[in-house]
């Protein structure tokens, strides 16, 4: 195939919210579809999804979107991939690949594997990319540029459909990474899903004080909270179903950070200078080696517009 | 005075990073102030503030700084602020205001008021803006604009003086708050301290795991991570400094978050998705509030530039 040519003639997305329409404007941006069928369960937002106008055709029934279609692209919340499987299964053409786009590997493979019919390819994946938004007026075809998508392929998977989907996802912008669902699942605990918790976590506890009122906290956020309010704004659906499916890695990841957390609240009960310093050195490293991998902005405060400029600084 | 005269004939800054720096590109903007001079000890940073060109002369002795200064800012780690309070003693003119821009405040009074000369008047301040980057090269005018400047006044300081060091801010683009000194620790341990406390933890967390590499936490960083990696990037020698001398309202908020941890892992551990996802919602509403008040971009992912697309998004 060259690399202008469609790579499958029909895409069917479940679901359109920040990822689902992203694909969809990705897809389109490198002509990688014949069409795009989106299916949206909820009236209002399907409504909204066919005014964005990135899939060819949006509708309320599974079977128009799946029939036909040579990808499929499971793009809900992970909580209804079960049921959403077992649905979609009587409609697919033989030798469509099934994928999806959880953050959570290992239960995906569990819920969804037994409802996959034989002669369909089920290679899940997770596109290592988002933002705090969601719906389908959310996505756009950068979103995947410079980014990561990690496939957890079946031992059967095999290496041709594999590297159909790789291209794929290549051609929407994203680097494309092997992995083991179980790995997949640490490595994003710790990445993503602790972070997350603790963002929500100091969000929650900042609201609930006696001593510091909530509008204090707003007006003085520029001095570090605001960021965390920017995760802890993430689809609360999406967030509470990978914590539902990833509670051991989830538990074990924040139970490391726990422990380093009791040792560095023991460093400043005790006035220990150079613990707090040593540590603070080696984190900075961290932020060098994010930016040098071109996984972040180099700009001071994200390259945040200055307020009253109007200009990235 | 008119908007346009200078507010002071002249500034002296002890100290010209992030925030000194900025401080006299606000001034220079605003034309606040006849001259600057700036204190600035390591010869090799001397020669990077010189050659910034943002002050009028900067010297690696105090005395040429502070003597005719009618504002003398402090603007160090707060560590060196007792001694710096000392040294400068001597040099003062009768009826110069004395401030500073720590983020901690009552071990500020503590330390540097005894130090403070009869007829000089100390007025402690904490602009809450800043960045994570650090030194002379750091600063530029707009960081104040838009952000709050807290003032915590002596007793015995009158208000004449005050207005005056208020109209200073405000004419460097700040909102300006009048607050009691335990009470700004308090509100900067939630909105600030703690906030970079976990987010130094968990970027040490991810970097000590032996089951994830390093570069596994750096490759998928744009999944959450990356954000802490910028406030934990913050200047080591000032953080630290922070901490030791806010020991108590960071050990009582931190003792907040942690039990507010405890119950969420423990929401984790049993699979309560109900009070997960009534979390999720609240602290969503919380964001908004920030970005209402205008503390915050709206723009997803902070407006970071979208890689690839060379544009804000």
């Known amino acids: 195939m060259t690399d202008s040519a469609p790579i499958f003639e029909k895409i069917a997305l479940i679901g359109a919210g920040l990822i689902g329409s992203s694909i969809a404007h990705a897809a389109r941006r490198a002509n990688l579809a014949g069409r795009i069928a989106a299916y949206v369960p909820r009236p209002e937002t399907r409504a909204r999804a066919e005014k964005m106008g990135f899939a060819d055709s949006v509708h309320g029934e599974l079977q128009p979107v799946v029939e036909d279609a040579d990808l499929v692209v499971l793009a809900t919340p992970i909580g209804a991939y079960a049921e959403l499987a077992r649905l979609v299964a009587p409609y697919f053409k033989q030798g469509a690949i099934l994928t999806d786009v959880g953050s959570v590997k290992a239960t995906v493979v569990k819920d969804v594997g037994p409802h996959v019919p034989q002669g369909v390819h089920f290679i899940p994946g997770h596109p290592v990319a988002g933002t705090e938004q969601s719906g389908p007026e959310a996505g756009f075809a950068e979103l995947f540029d410079?980014?990561?998508?990690?496939?957890?392929?079946?031992?059967?998977?095999?290496?041709?459909?594999?590297?159909?989907?790789?291209?794929?996802?290549?051609?929407?912008?994203?680097?494309?990474?092997i992995m083991d669902p179980k790995h997949h699942d640490l490595v994003l605990a710790i990445t993503s899903h602790v972070p997350h918790l603790i963002a929500y976590n100091i969000v929650g506890t900042a609201a609930d004080l006696e001593a510091v009122t909530q509008s204090e906290v707003i007006k003085y956020s520029a001095s570090g909270f605001r960021d965390f309010t920017r995760i802890a704004a993430s689809d609360p659906t999406m967030w509470r179903d990978i914590f539902l499916n990833n509670r051991e890695a989830v538990l074990e990841m924040l139970?490391?950070?726990?422990?380093?957390l009791a040792a560095l609240q023991r460093a400043v009960r005790w006035g220990d200078g150079e613990a707090l310093f040593n540590l603070f050195t080696r984190t900075r490293a961290i932020r060098r080696s994010v930016i040098e991998a071109g996984q972040d902005t180099a700009a001071p405060n994200f390259g945040r517009l200055r307020s009253g400029a109007g200009r990235g600084g």
Chains 1, 2 share one sequence.
């Open 255 to 260: 139970g490391r950070f726990n422990e380093d």
């Open 146 to 177: 410079g980014r990561w998508c990690i496939l957890t392929p079946l031992p059967e998977t095999d290496s041709a459909t594999l590297e159909r989907l790789k291209e794929f996802w290549r051609r929407c912008g994203s680097e494309v990474e």
